[in-house]
């Protein structure tokens, strides 16, 4: 276990990074939407290395002790990396959007500060949305100390709790779901708008090829938006532990794992970027 965790770890630490430092380094990656992927790809860098790391020494030293700031630091970060994720990959669909649909507008419409203005937004309000909640359940009091999951997830932690959890736990629910289905409306109207200005395209100028750069974008959202949809909002009478154990793991190793293999095979640019460096 140790060794198969390892090497998936180092390869999406390795592919994460590349694809960054291939973005930032090939003025023909310069655009808005390698931008927001540059963005992804560290976030899922980050993703994966708040929850792998610390069970990398689980699985060498047998230590599975974690001090208790620690627990609380890696639950805030994990959630909030998260977040940021689904909140990504929203922004990702606007751009997606924006290029399909205005293609002569789009430099004029998703211009540097735009750009930015949308990555401060996606930093900033998981940040706000998580701040409470979080102060809240560190200083609350404990009756056991012994969390039934591989990393601090918060559903796992509240059980440990003395007092009643019923307003926390409905704060929590409501930001997620609100976060959620915000995102997956944004998303879903702007894929509506994508499929309806691909249709109209005449067959001869290339839409099956405008429809494939859209391909990696929406694998990546089945998998990140497919993971949080089943643990946010299936019923509590559903809850299952190990089945909670197996969705995370997806969302915290797999999708990290792919991201850089889903963009890169996916993406004819990235593609041929890759291929001017491996022939010098």
Do not use: W
Not at 107 to 112: C, D, E, L, V
Request: hydrophobic fraction near 50%; glycine fraction near 2%.
């Amino acid at each position: 276990m140790f060794t198969a965790l390892l090497l998936v770890y180092i390869v999406t630490l390795v592919g994460n990074i590349l694809i960054a430092v291939l973005i930032c380094s090939d003025y023909r990656l310069h655009s808005p939407m390698y931008f927001f992927l540059v963005c992804f790809s560290i976030v899922e860098t980050i993703l994966s290395s708040s929850v792998v790391p610390k069970l990398l020494v689980i699985f060498i030293t047998e230590e599975i002790a974690i001090s208790k700031v620690g627990c609380f630091a890696q639950s805030y970060l994990f959630y909030f990396i998260s977040t940021s994720d689904f909140l990504l990959l929203t922004a990702m669909s606007i751009d997606r959007c924006v290029a399909i649909c205005y293609p002569l507008r789009y430099s004029s419409i998703m211009i540097k500060s735009i750009c930015i203005y949308l990555m401060i937004g996606c930093l900033i309000t998981p940040f706000i949305c998580l701040l409470y909640p979080t102060i809240l359940i560190t200083k609350l009091p404990y009756c056991g100390n012994v969390i039934n999951h591989f990393f601090c997830e918060s559903a796992a932690m509240l059980k440990l709790i003395c007092v009643d959890t019923s307003l926390l736990k409905l704060n929590t629910i409501f930001t997620s779901v609100l976060i959620l289905i915000g995102c997956l409306i944004i998303t879903t109207i702007s894929y509506i708008i994508i499929v309806a200005t691909i249709i109209r395209m005449p067959r001869d100028t290339g839409r099956q090829k405008t429809f494939s750069t859209c391909v990696s974008h929406l694998t990546m959202l089945s998998l990140v938006f497919g993971s949080a949809i089943f643990i946010v909002i299936r019923p509590p009478k559903d809850y299952s532990v190990e089945t909670d154990k197996v969705v995370n793991l997806v969302s915290t190793v797999l999708a990290p794992l792919l991201n850089p293999f889903v963009y890169t095979l996916r993406n004819q640019k990235v593609k041929e970027c890759i291929q001017d460096i491996v022939k010098k």
